[in-house]
């Protein structure tokens, strides 16, 4: 890494968002850009104060101030009531004004935050890039303690954690895939910058998501040690964490463009950026499996993903994204040998051993308030080797959280009796 892009990162790493602009030149974007959504903001929620403006905006004060004397130049907008200060100063558009807000609405109903330039936002990202994060058997035993996990599979996915590249878990169903690619997050560390929204060639297109993002309340003060403001139009995050499964298709891993707003809502990977982005369930999309990982050999191999507006520009993003591939088929069944070298950890989990079995048995017991009975998890071994059962990790829990069903309906004392135990396996795998 050179030494200003490793300063960069180290920057990112203690405080991940940058200084308010202090100038309008400053703020990456066209000047016209966020006239216009000034416009359209005070159309859509009336006379406001100047510092609702801010909020509202997330650009400083000074700015708003400027466009403001801008739009009341043009005859836009008018100051409807002085205040005691600056920022209690109310506004609102004049007829002039709405007229212009109406036609800047039949381009783009966005109206919120104003954007962050595209090449701020590549070069936040990489600057913050999930390949400077380092993960140690210390963390990896923090984000799984209690959990009862082979030490020597902890440590392929610690490893691959720290690889930057990504990685394809295969096993039977109910071997523990999902949940393990699950529980990695807790192995994500450092805070990221995420914008609210990214111009691209004058079209807007909104990543921050509070569905995926996890926005860490800003401190006391909202600035930087020297004092200085900090750019709020970035929401200060978590690493982002993005699941998918089965309903993922190859339109939605690209720009998603709302024909009735006018504005884009970022795919998945880029929503994903700087984090984890975990594909559950490959192979039971609608769309073949071999599709999806034509789609992402390139991003994969070259960290870029190659996107496009409806008007035909193209642009390229980082795919600065550790990707976890979590499928019950076997690697050879979904891609050929050219994908599959681009993956950089094919880690199988399986079924498990005995001593692992009844741990997790004990465990799911004394979750469920159920005494352990050593004869009754004898039968169920039993059972598994008579019908050729192999040992998977959800068995235990799930059989008895039936039994403890079945108790509760009953309002009786859960017991691991052989009546009940043989309810719940039926129950669970059927008869044949």
């Given at each position: 890494m050179s030494e200003p892009l490793a300063s960069t990162a180290r920057e990112a790493a203690s405080n991940p968002v940058p200084p308010a602009p202090s100038r309008l030149r400053d703020a990456g974007v066209p000047e016209s850009v966020l006239e216009d959504l000034l416009v359209k903001v005070l159309y859509l929620r009336g006379r406001l104060r100047m510092s609702e403006l801010a909020d509202h905006l997330c650009l400083p004060p000074p700015l708003l101030e400027t466009l403001l004397t801008r739009l009341r130049a043009e005859r836009l907008c008018e100051m409807t009531r002085r205040g005691v200060n600056d920022a209690t100063a109310v506004y609102a558009l004049v007829d002039a004004g709405r007229t212009r807000a109406l036609e800047l609405m039949q381009r783009s109903r966005w109206a919120g935050a104003a954007p962050v330039s595209l090449d701020d936002?590549?070069?936040?990202?990489?600057?913050?890039?999930?390949?400077?994060?380092?993960?140690?058997?210390?963390?990896?035993?923090?984000?799984?303690?209690?959990?009862?996990?082979?030490?020597?599979?902890?440590?392929?996915?610690?490893?691959?954690?720290n690889s930057g590249r990504s990685i394809f878990v295969y096993g039977p169903p109910g071997s523990g895939k999902t949940y393990i690619a699950e529980r990695l997050a807790g192995l994500l560390g450092g805070e990221v910058?995420?914008?609210?929204?990214?111009?691209?060639?004058?079209?807007?297109?909104?990543?921050?998501?509070?569905?995926?993002?996890?926005?860490?309340?800003?401190?006391?003060?909202?600035?930087?040690?020297?004092?200085?403001?900090?750019?709020?139009?970035?929401?200060?995050?978590?690493?982002?964490?993005?699941?998918?499964?089965?309903?993922?298709?190859?339109?939605?891993?690209?720009?998603?463009?709302?024909?009735?707003?006018?504005?884009?809502?970022?795919?998945?990977?880029?929503?994903?950026?700087?984090?984890?982005?975990?594909?559950?369930?490959?192979?039971?999309?609608?769309?073949?499996?071999?599709?999806?990982?034509?789609?992402?050999?390139?991003?994969?191999?070259?960290?870029?993903?190659?996107?496009?507006?409806?008007?035909?520009?193209?642009?390229?993003?980082?795919?600065?994204?550790?990707?976890?591939?979590?499928?019950?088929?076997?690697?050879?069944?979904?891609?050929?040998?050219?994908?599959?070298?681009?993956?950089?950890?094919?880690?199988?989990?399986?079924?498990?051993?005995?001593?692992?079995?009844?741990?997790?048995?004990?465990?799911?017991?004394?979750?469920?308030?159920?005494?352990?009975?050593?004869?009754?998890?004898?039968?169920?071994?039993?059972?598994?080797?008579?019908?050729?059962?192999?040992?998977?990790?959800?068995?235990?829990?799930?059989l008895i959280e039936q039994v403890r069903d079945r108790a509760r309906f009953r309002a009786q004392r859960a017991t691991l009796d052989d009546e009940a135990l043989d309810w719940a396996w039926t129950n669970y795998f059927a008869r044949h």
């Open positions: 936002y590549v070069a936040r990202v990489r600057a913050q890039s999930i390949r400077d994060m380092r993960v140690t058997r210390d963390t990896v035993e923090r984000a799984f303690r209690g959990e009862i996990v082979h030490p020597q599979l902890l440590e392929r996915f610690g490893a691959a954690m910058a995420v914008p609210h929204a990214v111009l691209v060639d004058g079209e807007i297109v909104a990543v921050f998501d509070r569905l995926v993002h996890d926005e860490i309340d800003a401190e006391p003060g909202g600035g930087l040690d020297q004092g200085e403001p900090l750019d709020r139009r970035w929401v200060r995050c978590r690493r982002p964490v993005v699941r998918t499964g089965a309903e993922l298709t190859l339109a939605m891993v690209d720009l998603q463009f709302d024909a009735k707003t006018r504005y884009y809502q970022a795919p998945p990977q880029v929503k994903a950026n700087n984090g984890l982005f975990v594909v559950d369930d490959l192979g039971r999309q609608l769309v073949p499996a071999q599709d999806l990982m034509n789609r992402w050999i390139v991003p994969l191999d070259r960290g870029i993903d190659h996107l496009a507006l409806h008007t035909g520009t193209q642009f390229l993003l980082p795919f600065d994204v550790l990707v976890v591939f979590s499928s019950n088929l076997m690697p050879s069944d979904l891609a050929d040998p050219a994908f599959l070298r681009r993956l950089g950890y094919k880690i199988e989990v399986g079924p498990i051993d005995a001593t692992d079995y009844r741990r997790i048995f004990e465990q799911a017991c004394a979750q469920a308030a159920i005494d352990f009975d050593e004869a009754a998890f004898a039968t169920v071994l039993r059972r598994h080797a008579a019908e050729g059962r192999p040992l998977l990790a959800c068995v235990p829990r799930d």
